[in-house]
Every structure is written in C-alpha cells, then in structure tokens.
C-alpha cells in the first residue's frame, strides 16, 4: 500500500510562510511527478503546483511567484514552500504522486 506522510501545515499570520513536506517510498517517488492540491471550505479541489521527476514545475496562476515545489531524491521527499500566505490559501492541503495516490491532508489555515 502506497503510504504518502504530509507535514507542516497549521495556522499562519497573512504574510507568513510555511513549509509542507511530503515522504513517500523510493520506489513511488523516484518515478512519478509529485504535486500538491488544496481544497478550501466549500469548494473543490485544485491543483497547486507540481513537480516532475526530471524536476519540471508547474503552478497555479493564484500561488506563482509565492509558492515553490521542489523535490529531495536522497529524501523521496516534496516540498511546499508557501510565502506570503493570504486568507484565501486557507485549505486542506494534499500531496500527491504520479496522479494516483493522495496523502491524508494536511490544514493551513491563513489569519488576517
């Protein structure tokens, strides 16, 4: 069973940051794009950003500029570096890899 463990999340003054970190199994990360998504309060889940296995991004257009996935292959680990964070990143945050398998989320609620 593919187990991806999510940490970082929590509460967050706007304009602060936070980091969220997702581990897997070599043999899952090694080979598959990592991403993260976010489903707010009452909305639907989106994609955040992503990350290849070549080390290929892609981010939505509400976190560019804010937001950086990168990836740790000596780790099999994903990051989420979140800066200048607004209310309306308030979400449930979920990692996921190769567009298959989800973590279990994790909360970033954003103050203003």
């Known amino acids: 069973q593919v187990q991806l463990v999510e940490s970082g999340g929590g509460l967050v003054q706007a304009g602060g940051s936070l980091r969220l970190s997702c581990a897997t199994s070599?043999?899952?990360?090694?080979?598959?794009?990592m991403a993260w998504y976010r489903q707010p309060p009452g909305k639907q889940r989106e994609l955040v950003a992503s990350?290849?296995?070549?080390?290929?991004?892609n981010y939505a257009d509400s976190v560019k500029g804010r937001f950086t996935i990168s990836r740790d292959n000596a780790k099999n680990t994903v990051y989420l570096q979140m800066n200048s964070l607004k209310s309306e990143d308030t979400a449930v945050y979920y990692c996921?890899?190769?567009?298959?398998?989800w973590g279990q989320g994790t909360q970033v609620t954003v103050s203003s």
């Open positions: 996921n890899a190769g567009y298959a398998w």
């Open positions: 070599a043999s899952i990360f090694r080979r598959n794009a």
């Open positions: 990350v290849t296995s070549d080390g290929r991004t």
